[in-house]
């Protein structure tokens, strides 16, 4: 039995930042993303009989034992809803360049979930579609949709309740989202160590999971009034907060770099003649800037002229999960 299926990643507006269930990965807050159109993941599964073990390709390579076993522990939780037993063979292309910033695990466990249910003859709603992704990454239940997404934390033990929401389609507003690459070494503390760390250590986290929810209500209300400026400054805002958490942790981190700074500083500067533009940045150094669409170009020129910047991507909300 064999299933294709294309995600596309995601950037949080409202951060996902600590989770309550590392096992279930169930998130300490409740978070707000937009899908883009420019990164994706496809996927395809086949389950066979003939296996004796499950087998990962990754842009035509096999990967080893270490990737693999990610992978195999994954399909443990599909094979467990359906009862069946048989090892798969997945082969991932993805679309992601992870220098920009974007991490591919949200579209590709995205794209895994839905392949290998629909390999397994699983007929999942978007609910449970969501759900299951969930547990490869906490950003992959955001992909099942296009559009704005929430992923509603939930409060049950067992994360039953823990799943995401489309709020808007990809089409009823059109927003840009430049990712400005600045740093493509490996970041020093990966995101799921910094969760930890912040939750465990910093006294800065209860203020932000406070102003969090906060955040979110504001944002989903900017949103369905087509509100850019009250979507970016909350956005913004959010960002910065949790950036802040990480400085309060024991030992204290921190993702910018310099360049991250002159990103920030040129943005606020557009913004102070006149141009509405934010900025959010994820566990790491690279800046995401959003804009109107009638900004976009000036944006970008203004942006591309700094030193510090290697390459911006200019990506628009893009489509939920489709099976190819």
């Known amino acids: 039995m064999k299933a294709t299926a294309k995600a596309h990643t995601n950037i949080a507006l409202i951060k996902y930042w600590g989770k309550r269930n590392e096992e279930l990965i169930l998130p300490t807050n409740s978070s707000l993303s937009i899908t883009l159109d420019l990164f994706y993941t496809e996927t395809t599964v086949e ?134 690459m600045i740093e493509s070494k490996q970041k020093k503390i990966l995101s799921r160590e910094g969760m930890k760390r912040t939750v465990q250590t910093s006294p800065f986290y209860d203020g932000w999971l406070k102003a969090t929810e906060q955040e979110l209500r504001i944002a989903k209300k900017a949103i369905e009034k087509r509100d850019f400026e009250m979507l970016g400054e909350t956005l913004e805002k959010n960002a910065f907060k949790m950036h802040a958490t990480t400085l309060g942790a024991d030992p204290p981190f921190f993702y910018w770099q310099p360049a991250t700074l002159e990103i920030i500083d040129c943005v606020q500067h557009l913004r102070s003649q006149g141009l509405l533009a934010y900025v959010t940045i994820d566990a790491g150094p690279n800046v995401k800037v959003i804009c109107q669409p009638d900004d976009e170009r000036k944006v970008f020129q203004t942006l591309n002229e700094i030193d510090s910047v290697k390459e911006i991507f200019v990506c628009h909300p893009g489509p939920g999960i489709s099976y190819l």
Not at 58 to 83: I, M, P, Q, Y
Not at 123 to 149: H, N, P, T
Not at 161 to 174: F, G, H, M, T
């Open 47 to 180: 389950f066979d009989e003939r296996l004796t073990t499950d087998i990962f390709y990754l842009n035509g390579e096999e990967k080893g034992t270490d990737e693999t076993a990610k992978v195999s522990r994954f399909l443990n939780h599909v094979r467990k809803l359906t009862g069946d037993t048989r090892f798969a063979i997945v082969s991932s292309q993805n679309h992601v360049p992870t220098a920009a910033g974007f991490a591919s695990s949200a579209s590709g466990y995205a794209a895994l979930a839905a392949a290998s249910s629909k390999a397994l003859g699983l007929e999942l709603d978007g609910k449970e579609l969501s759900k299951l992704a969930r547990r490869g990454s906490g950003s992959a239940c955001r992909s099942i949709y296009g559009g704005f997404v929430e992923w509603k934390k939930g409060v049950k033990e067992d994360g039953s309740d823990s799943y995401a929401v489309p709020i808007l389609d990809q089409k009823a507003w059109n927003l840009s989202i430049l990712s400005v």
